[in-house]
């Protein structure tokens, strides 16, 4: 067998070949995420040999917690590609590591499940101080602005425990959650209302899925980088790039909505005070009308845009939505977004 760090078996022939392992968390939204990236790359190159491996994790209150497992085990060799939602990667990835494919974006709204008592009813026609659970910021700053007659209050655990808890108690009337992951889940049937821009918009790259990889391993990058959606990739790009010149992480305000239309990139961005009286908005956009011919050749792996490497998409877009994100991001600050968000962290930091 070869040497070398990556783990090789021989195939009916005889021929030594590449197993290509794959990282996964244990939850039931995580193997699903990871077993449909797996279906696409056994669609593109049906010879190659894959594994799927269940890491264990440790969620310990911290986020970034869960996928720093998954990186080590990365780093150890002991995989060679892990499956994330976009949303939950920071916009600067570990130094050796990047985003080598952001994969076709499903619905990136969020959704209304309903207690079973409530059935029929809208954020809209809810009584007075119904409990909606959420623990996202970003949801409950924009639902309270929006539905001043509702009350917010955290609600923990993975998508099978928060559903427990909504159905089986009578603490919550309703909860929000991604539409996408309810879909992966099979629960599309308790969407009772997915919420429109005017309503909430979504985080930054909600509903995408991400393949991490060690950014200098060029056989797994190229291999994963035809999996890239170029609209998908385009939108997620200028979305982090306007989070990371926010400077925001995953616990602040921040929202956002993309739209690609005859070659134009619509970036609308906001940040919201906690219970969304304090807000600022705006739209910008680009073109991303390549005129770049993508030549693989030239193409230089290690650059990296807000931690996505994306070979096969134009280059020269790439750099457009990026910029729209730092434009974008820039005239919210000027306006005075740093304030908003600095006070809305401090107050999170405290409760
Ligand atoms: C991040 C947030 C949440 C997750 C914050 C936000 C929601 C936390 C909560 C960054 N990650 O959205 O404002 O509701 O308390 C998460 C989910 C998915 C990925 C579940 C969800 C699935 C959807 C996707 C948790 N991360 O948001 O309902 O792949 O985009």
Not at 19 to 41: E, F
Not at 180 to 194: D, P, T
Not at 235 to 242: L, Y
Not at 324 to 342: C, E, F, M, V, W
């Amino acid at each position: 067998m070869e040497e070398g760090p990556y783990k090789y078996i021989r195939d009916g022939n005889g021929k030594v070949i590449r197993v290509i392992r794959i990282g996964t968390r244990k939850s039931q939204l995580a193997r699903i995420q990871t077993d449909s990236v797996a279906d696409k790359l056994k669609e593109l190159y049906p010879d190659i040999q894959l594994e799927i491996m269940p890491l264990v994790c440790f969620q310990i209150g911290e986020k970034s917690l869960f996928t720093k497992e998954l990186e080590n085990a990365l780093e150890r060799n002991e995989v060679d590609l892990v499956v994330h939602s976009l949303k939950d990667l920071p916009t600067t990835l570990p130094p050796g590591f990047t985003i080598g494919a952001v994969l076709k974006r499903e619905n990136p709204h969020d959704a209304v499940v309903l207690h079973p008592k409530n059935v029929g009813k809208t954020l809209d026609t809810l009584p007075e101080n119904s409990v909606i659970g959420t623990s996202s910021l970003r949801r409950a700053a924009q639902v309270k602005k929006r539905f001043p007659h509702l009350i917010f209050k955290d609600i923990r655990g993975n998508l099978n425990t928060r559903l427990k808890k909504l159905d089986e108690k009578d603490d919550f009337a309703a909860i929000i959650l991604a539409a996408a992951g309810l879909k992966r889940m099979g629960w599309e049937n308790r969407i009772s209302q997915v919420l429109g821009p005017e309503d909430c918009m979504y985080a930054v790259g909600q509903g995408a899925l991400a393949v991490e990889v060690r950014a200098r391993d060029t056989d797994i990058l190229e291999m994963v980088s035809l999996l890239h959606d170029p609209d998908t990739v385009l939108r997620c790009i200028a979305e982090r790039a306007f989070l990371k010149q926010l400077e925001g992480g995953c616990s602040v305000p921040v929202a956002v909505y993309t739209q690609v239309k005859d070659s134009q990139l619509y970036l609308t961005g906001a940040v919201y005070s906690l219970d969304g009286s304090d807000s600022l908005k705006d739209t910008m956009q680009t073109s991303i009308a390549a005129s770049d011919k993508v030549n693989p050749e030239e193409v230089d792996d290690r650059v990296q845009r807000v931690g996505v490497t994306a070979r096969k998409v134009s280059g020269e877009a790439q750099d457009r939505a990026e910029r729209l994100g730092i434009d974008l991001a820039n005239l919210l600050l000027s306006k005075g977004a740093k304030d908003i968000l600095t006070v809305a962290r401090q107050l999170n930091d405290a409760s």
